[in-house]
């Protein structure tokens, strides 16, 4: 199941060209992993949005500090194809939030060098605090610290 989830990871991470895209997901769409009765988050609907925000970073072996310092800045990801799945290209870092029915998954990486700044994929549904599984400086842009997930702040 990890395997899958790191292709899939893959995929929106860099894209790929397969013919005609995806149309996105249309508003209302349930994720129904973690939005429902008896789910982690309840009876409520589910975000289009959600706010993506990391610290307690610390500098890779490839961390550039001009574009390290945006890093810590809070990133609005949205809702795309899939109802569990949010993602933002902000120019500089990709970022990928996947819940599925075993794990959460959040990748944050260099889109230039796809060096990775937080990488975590876990076997815990729907995580809203998520620790870095990066431990090391060395192959990564960052590594250590945390991210928190809060639901809403998009238009």
């Not at 005609?20 to 429902?36: A, D, E, R």
Request: glycine share 12%.
């Amino acid at each position: 199941m990890i395997q899958k989830i790191t292709i899939l990871l893959f995929i929106l991470t860099i894209g790929c060209d397969m013919g005609t895209p995806l149309p996105p997901n249309p508003p209302g769409v349930p994720c129904l992993f973690c939005f429902g009765v008896g789910k982690t988050f309840g009876v409520a609907p589910t975000p289009k949005y959600v706010t993506i925000t990391l610290t307690g970073l610390n500098p890779g072996e490839f961390f550039d500090p001009t574009d390290g310092a945006t890093l810590l800045t809070p990133r609005l990801l949205i809702q795309t194809i899939d109802p569990c799945a949010y993602n933002i290209d902000d120019g500089v870092f990709a970022w990928d939030l996947i819940w599925t029915n075993t794990v959460t998954a959040l990748i944050v990486q260099d889109i230039a060098t796809g060096f990775r700044a937080f990488e975590t994929v876990i076997g815990d549904v729907c995580l809203i605090s998520i620790e870095n599984q990066l431990e090391v400086p060395g192959g990564n842009y960052a590594f250590d610290g945390d991210a928190t997930v809060v639901f809403g702040g998009g238009p």
